[in-house]
């Protein structure tokens, strides 16, 4: 059973940072892609951006260059450091972990910015 928790979201002024991170815990392959996902009210969930257990990444045009995903493959542990927020980044993120067999989600984590 693989298990996804994330934290670091809450509330940020625009222009400001936060820093999710998310966790995985359980039976997990040794290669695997992590990623972020957010889902604002009224959308459907979109992607942030994702890296795999080698460092390759993929960035959502609305992330680039604002947005910096990471991961330490020791701890199986992806971060998403998050700055010049905007209002329109408001949105519940939710952490994924695929495999070769199974994808896995996490509950969310609320990021709320203030304008």
């Known amino acids: 059973q693989v298990q996804l928790v994330e934290s670091g979201g809450g509330l940020a002024q625009a222009g400001g940072s936060l820093r999710l991170s998310c966790q995985a815990s359980g039976s997990i392959f040794s290669a695997n892609v992590m990623g972020w996902y957010r889902q604002a009210p009224g959308k459907e969930r979109e992607l942030v951006a994702t890296i795999t257990t080698f460092g390759g990444t993929i960035y959502a045009t609305s992330a680039r260059g604002r947005f910096t995903i990471s991961r330490d493959n020791a701890k199986n542990t992806v971060y998403l450091q998050m700055n010049s927020l905007k209002p329109e980044d408001a949105a519940v993120y939710y952490c994924?972990?695929?495999?070769?067999?199974?994808?896995?989600w996490g509950k969310g984590i609320l990021v709320t910015v203030s304008s």
């Open positions: 994924k972990l695929e495999t070769a067999n199974n994808d896995y």
